[in-house]
T-cell receptor, first 113, second 114 residues
Framework: KNQVEQSPQSLIILEGKNCTLQ??????????LRWYKQDTGRGPVSLTI?????NTKSNGRYTATLDADTKQSSLHITASQLSDSASYIC????????????FGKGTTLSVSS | DAGVIQSPRHEVTEMGQEVTLRCKPI?????LFWYRQTMMRGLELLIY????????DSGMPEDRFSAKMPNASFSTLKIQPSEPRDSAVYFC????????????FGQGTRLTVV
């Protein structure tokens, strides 16, 4: 069964600190993996996409990694800011026509001052 | 582009009433998704359309839920009769194939059934 598991479920950090969010998946055949950020009361917005051949991709203070062998991805946030407080959702796409996106349940990050 | 537009943003209804949620995808996108989000279950796919045709509706909870996409620019999700356990945020998303392109989400409709 195609599944996406994220950890931790929630995280609280101080402003300026770094953090890493984890995503494990069992989706096959794998097409790509996206990290979405969802602010409270809004729809998810894509941060970065990783394909099979990519190991690392950065988007500002966000760095995503992908290990296609172990089927794991991480999202590292550097020098966190209050505006980083949100839910971060790992979404995996299977390489099959007509297959929808498979969502993890997300990690809720709270950045406090 | 205005993005994916959903209406209403908030809906409060009494148990047993019919509820209709609406979605206008981004122009040119040919895939449309309806998701339901709750604290307990996260984002769950309800139904997925490709070129206005339902491809996968296995996530639709039961016969009380139905979705239509009469044309490329409009879709509805109907719940009849509604129940308190249907209370959730319902998101519509659209994307342009091929697979792997980003799905863009609407702002969601927060449904409360009392």
């Amino acid at each position: 069964k195609n599944q996406v598991e994220q950890s931790p479920q929630s995280l609280i950090i101080l402003e300026g600190k770094n953090c890493t969010l984890q995503c494990n998946y069992t989706v096959s055949p794998f097409s790509n993996l996206r990290w979405y950020k969802q602010d409270t009361g809004r729809g998810p917005v894509s941060l970065t996409i990783m394909t099979f051949s990519e190991n690392t991709k950065s988007n500002g203070r966000y760095t995503a990694t992908l290990d296609a062998d172990t089927k794991q991805s991480s999202l590292h946030i550097t020098a966190s800011q209050l505006s980083d407080s949100a839910s971060y959702i790992c979404v995996v796409s299977a390489q099959q026509a007509g297959t929808a996106l498979i969502f993890g349940k997300g990690t809720t990050l709270s950045v406090s001052s | 582009d205005a993005g994916v537009i959903q209406s209403p943003r908030h809906e409060v209804t009494e148990m047993g009433q019919e509820v209709t949620l609406r979605c206008k995808p981004i122009s040119g996108h040919n895939s449309l998704f309806w998701y339901r989000q709750t604290m307990m279950r996260g984002l769950e796919l309800l139904i997925y359309f490709n070129n206005n045709v339902p491809i996968d509706d296995s996530g639709m909870p039961e016969d009380r839920f139905s979705a239509k996409m009469p044309n490329a620019s409009f879709s509805t999700l109907k719940i009849q009769p509604s129940e308190p356990r249907d209370s959730a945020v319902y998101f519509c998303a659209s994307r342009k194939t091929p697979e792997g392109t980003e799905a863009f989400f609407g702002q969601g409709t927060r449904l409360t059934v009392v």
